[in-house]
């Protein structure tokens, strides 16, 4: 077999290593949130007085969808280039690309590294319901991360990344559905 095959070879299980690791860690997150989503859902009480629950796992689930596609384009998420300015004051800090200035640095969206501080299976088997509206209210601030992060999506993440899994609801996240289970 020649070198160039077997390194081939290599580089494909070396991808799929990283595929399931990825995935691994990800399964651990959408059940997470899904538990948060279904809680919610299962509710006797209202969580918040000015907002039905199924808002409430709605924006959970805008949450899990966003983890998701970082999971899956990780390349994409992480390494956003930032620009497409006519002019700039120091040009040192930018990059000259087809008559517009890109920062150098490269932007980050993140949503799986601030995960654990929003969704947390102990606190919510602990407060329960609290934790739910806290987690809800903590996603509603404006300085929130991710909660600017969601809005950073539309602009900084190429549309083919997002509109593609919109049309054709293909996402692990897209088979949960939002209706109140709730008694009445």
């Not at 990800?26 to 629950?53: G, H, M, R």
């Not at 606190?123 to 950073?152: F, P, V």
Request: aromatic fraction near 12%.
């Amino acid at each position: 077999m020649s070198k160039e095959i077997r390194q081939m070879i290599d580089k494909v299980k070396n991808f799929n290593q990283f595929i399931n690791e990825n995935y691994a860690d990800f399964n651990s997150i959408f059940n997470t949130i899904k538990t948060y989503i279904d809680f919610t859902l299962n509710s006797d009480i209202q969580i918040n007085e000015y907002v039905p629950n199924t808002h409430i796992a709605e924006r959970f689930k805008e949450v899990l969808q966003a983890c998701e596609k970082e999971n899956m384009y990780p390349e994409i998420y992480h390494n956003i280039t930032v620009g497409g300015y006519d002019s700039v004051g120091d040009k040192s800090k930018f990059d000259y690309i087809d008559g517009f200035y890109y920062n150098k640095e490269k932007m980050k969206i993140s949503f799986i590294d601030y995960i654990d501080d929003y969704f947390n299976l102990e606190r919510l088997k602990n407060k329960g319901i609290e934790e739910i509206h806290n987690t809800y209210q903590k996603l509603r601030d404006k300085k929130d991360i991710i909660r600017n992060n969601l809005m950073l999506i539309d602009t900084r993440i190429p549309h083919e990344y997002n509109m593609k899994h919109k049309q054709n609801n293909d996402l692990k996240s897209d088979k949960i559905r939002i209706v109140n289970k709730r008694k009445k």
